[in-house]
Structures are given as C-alpha cells and as structure tokens.
T-cell receptor, first 116, second 115 residues
Framework: AQKITQTQPGMFVQEKEAVTLDCTYDTSDPSYGLFWYKQPSSGEMIFLIYQGSYDQQNATEGRYSLNFQKARKSANLVISASQLGDSAMYFCAMSHMNTGFQKLVFGTGTRLLVSP | EAEVAQSPRYKITEKSQAVAFWCDPISGHATLYWYRQILGQGPELLVQFQDESVVDDSQLPKDRFSAERLKGVDSTLKIQPAELGDSAMYLC?????????????FGPGTRLTVL
C-alpha cells in the first residue's frame, strides 16, 4: 500500500528559528518521488521541494531542505529561519513510477504557526 | 507568471442540486488533475486527463460525478445530484507532460458547501 503519514497535526515555531516537519511513507515501489506543498489559508497548493528516490543528495530550495532517510522511509521538511509568512498547512506527498509519477498521494498535513 | 484558473471560488448549494466547476490550466500543460480535499485531510485525486483523454478516474464517484476536457484545454467537473458529503475544496492542477516527474501547479480551488 502506498501511504504518507504526517504525525504532527500542529507545530509552533518562533520567527527566525528552524523547524522540522515530519513525513514517513510506505511503498513497495523502488522508484518514487517525494514532494512537499504549502497551503496557505487562501487554499492554493504551492510546490516547495522534490526528492527522487534515487537522488543521492538531500534536496534544497532556498530556506527549504528535505532530510531524506531512505532506510527509515522518512522525508522530513526543514524550514530554516522561519518567517511569519510560513504560517500555513504543509503537506507531504508521494508519486510512483508505476503511475508514471503522475498520481500524488498526500498525507493529512501539519499546520505550522510562526509567532513573532 | 502563468497560473491555473478556477471558478467559482465559492459555491453554496442545496443537496440534490447540480453544480459545476471550471478549470483553465496553464497554457501548454497537457496533463490536468481534479482533486477533492475534505476539511482536515490532504487532497485526493478524482480524475486525471492527458490532453482530452481520461488517464485515471478510479476514485471518481461516477454515479454522480462527471468530468470533461473536450478540447484538451479547459475542464469542467460536475456533480449531480450534490450530497452533504460532497462539501469540500475542489482543486485543479496541471503539469507539462505525462512522462517523468513533473511539478503540478495548483489553482486556488473551489470551496463547495452543500446544505
């Protein structure tokens, strides 16, 4: 079964601090991709970062980095130097080669609140 | 910057009525997706189009939901009749091609409330 688990319903962080949002996944497909999306209160899903299952290095995009631990099947998102605008829902998602990497399976999300 | 357009942004309807949502993907994006996001959950894929053809509609409740993308550009998702459990956010997304890993770009969504 293909499943994404996000165990943190909510996280709090102070502005300028770093925060880690947890994501674990379950799949039997050796070829897959892992994504993180941000969903502000306005509703749209904003792509943040991508990690392929065969990528040797952890992905980074500006203040976002993905801590990929393949053996543990975890793909945690690290946000450095948090900003007030980072307050939003964050979703981890996965796609597989057997669906042409098209179908995204999402977790239940983590709500991040950044305080001044 | 190109965006995925959706309308309406909000829709309130009574159960047993028909509703329709419209999506215009980013120009040149061949793949279009409709997702449903129930409050407190992540989005769930309802239907995927490659140009005008349906690639995956395995999670679409076909007794009441229909989707079309007649000219391979914009798309309409219809619910008839609407039920209370259909209250959710309906998100449209598009991506460039169907092969390999492609970032999906999402629209602002249509928030449906069924009374």
């Amino acid at each position: 079964a293909q499943k994404i688990t996000q165990t943190q319903p909510g996280m709090f962080v102070q502005e300028k601090e770093a925060v880690t949002l947890d994501c674990t996944y379950d799949t039997s497909d050796p070829s897959y991709g892992l994504f993180w999306y941000k969903q502000p209160s306005s509703g749209e899903m904003i792509f943040l970062i991508y990690q392929g299952s065969y990528d040797q290095q952890n992905a980074t995009e500006g203040r976002y980095s993905l801590n990929f631990q393949k053996a543990r099947k975890s793909a945690n998102l690290v946000i450095s130097a948090s900003q007030l605008g980072d307050s939003a829902m964050y979703f981890c998602a996965m796609s597989h080669m057997n669906t042409g990497f098209q179908k995204l399976v999402f977790g239940t999300g983590t709500r991040l609140l950044v305080s001044p | 910057e190109a965006e995925v357009a959706q309308s309406p942004r909000y829709k309130i309807t009574e159960k047993s009525q028909a509703v329709a949502f419209w999506c215009d993907p980013i120009s040149g994006h061949a793949t279009l997706y409709w997702y449903r996001q129930i409050l407190g959950q992540g989005p769930e894929l309802l239907v995927q189009f490659q140009d005008e053809s349906v690639v995956d509609d395995s999670q679409l409740p076909k007794d009441r939901f229909s989707a079309e993308r007649l000219k391979g550009v914009d798309s309409t998702l219809k619910i008839q009749p609407a039920e209370l459990g259909d209250s959710a956010m309906y998100l449209c997304a598009s991506s460039r091609t169907s092969g390999g890993v492609n970032e999906q770009f999402f629209g602002p969504g249509t928030r449906l409330t069924v009374l």
